[in-house]
């Protein structure tokens, strides 16, 4: 019989880094708050969450993340205008943000990496198992990453993250995983994990992506996991403890996604993910895709 496991409800979606890569732009406006095409980042991630059925968001946030508060909470004054002017669209447009899930804000304080970030949401969290989405990979609607991992989370037990694989010239950008066959194609049980390591000691080419579906004993073996790369407590170390050692937590397995996913954190996938996404809304795609053809074949 299959073993049955908690459902899980709540999602953390850490939220406190700088954003060093797009200043200016983000000396005052928080990075997870740049516009892919009409919407910021940070609303595709929370519409992820709220697709598969976590409709529980905590954000881990730091100085200077008050506009996400305010995006995901009601603008009255906004509205009322618009409902005065009988703009139905785009008050429906300004209403959806604060209609997604059930958000809650914690502050970070020391930027101390993503295993601390993730240490500051225990609280909330309790003992259930939990998903975390990180801000800069947007996976496309059209495939549900999330809600498979949930799935495998279920069905297993412990921890489950998302792999892709990547170019081994890629590799050192990214947290490694060694990875055992299971029954299911896309899935695999993880044996070890390197933080982001050389090409040549890549224990394969699966990267490490921005999902996670992890038992709360991740938060005893972060208390306990010292500062590694960057001098930043790293939840790759923590998990690669679990993998280890399942009696601690459970297994981690991995599901190996080939689906869509749009980079943001960094300038140039940043700038292919609003091309890619603006091609493909019926709204803008087709005048749009006319003259990106037009300045392609004339400008360049």
Not at 38 to 60: F, R
Not at 216 to 236: H, K, N
Not at 267 to 272: A, I
Request: glycine share 8%; with cysteine.
């Amino acid at each position: 019989m299959t073993p049955s496991h908690p459902r899980i409800s709540k999602a953390v979606i850490p939220a406190a880094g700088l954003g060093t890569r797009f200043l200016p732009a983000t000396k005052a406006t928080p990075k997870e708050m740049l516009p892919v095409v009409d919407k910021p980042a940070i609303q595709y991630v929370v519409e992820e969450a709220a697709a598969a059925g976590l409709s529980d968001v905590l954000m881990v946030t730091g100085r200077n993340k008050r506009p996400l508060e305010d995006h995901f909470d009601r603008n009255y004054e906004l509205e009322e205008a618009l409902h005065r002017k009988g703009d139905e669209s785009r008050l429906s447009k300004v209403q959806e943000s604060s209609d997604l899930a059930t958000m809650h804000y914690v502050r970070q304080g020391d930027p101390k990496g993503l295993g601390h970030a993730i240490l500051c949401a225990a609280p909330h969290v309790g003992d259930q198992p939990f998903a975390v989405l990180l801000g800069d990979d947007l996976i496309d609607p059209r495939d549900p990453l999330l809600q498979r991992m949930i799935d495998i989370q279920e069905r297993h037990g412990g921890s489950v993250i998302a792999l892709m694989e990547v170019d081994p010239a890629q590799i050192h950008l990214y947290g490694c995983a060694a990875a055992i066959p299971t029954g299911d194609d896309d899935v695999v049980a993880v044996s070890d994990l390197v933080e982001k390591p050389d090409a040549e000691q890549a224990p394969s080419r699966l990267a490490i992506i921005g999902r996670y579906v992890l038992d709360p004993a991740v938060f005893d073996v972060l208390r306990e996991t010292a500062p590694g790369r960057g001098g930043e407590i790293q939840l790759t170390d923590a998990l690669q403890t679990l993998a280890a050692d399942p009696s601690l937590g459970g297994p981690v397995h991995g599901v190996v996604f080939k689906g869509r996913r749009y980079d943001t954190g960094d300038r140039g996938d940043y700038l292919r993910a609003i091309v890619r996404l603006a091609c493909e809304r019926e709204d803008l795609g087709p005048e749009f895709r006319t003259w990106l053809r037009s300045y392609v074949t004339e400008e360049l």
